[in-house]
């Protein structure tokens, strides 16, 4: 007769690992995707300074928007991602101004997620810590 003792802390503090790694590839390509000319905005814009920026131009814009993104360990299993400028929600759902004019949503999450598994990524991780 044979007993299988499992250490779940090991399995635990492996799995942490692995999210850990797999996190930072997601960033990355959050940013990869941010950085694409998928989002080209075809538009010029006034600035508050009075300057007019002509197109193509994307997302990244002057850099604020992709700058802003980080991510923190709510524990070792758990991460939120967050986009910490104030203008973030308009790229993700777009935007109409009172005078009528239309800014389309460009949801970079949801695109980023279409181009790679997360499950994928994760897996890929872990099999190096459980080897």
Not at 19 to 26: G, H, R, S
């Amino acid at each position: 007769m044979a007993t299988l003792r499992i250490n779940r802390a090991k399995i635990d503090s492996l799995l942490g690992q692995a999210l850990k790694v797999a996190i930072a590839d997601l960033d990355a390509s959050f940013t990869a995707v941010i950085e694409s000319s998928l989002f080209a905005w075809p538009n010029f814009t006034n600035r508050v300074n009075g300057q007019t920026v002509g197109s193509p131009r994307d997302i990244v814009d002057t850099g604020e928007f992709r700058d802003s993104q980080s991510y923190t360990a709510i524990n070792p299993l758990l991460y939120r991602f967050v986009w910490a400028i104030e203008y973030a929600l308009v790229i993700l759902y777009g935007y109409t101004t009172r005078a009528g004019n239309t800014y389309a949503a460009r949801d970079w999450i949801a695109e980023t997620l279409k181009q790679v598994s997360f499950e994928e990524i994760f897996a890929d991780a872990a099999r190096r810590f459980f080897r």
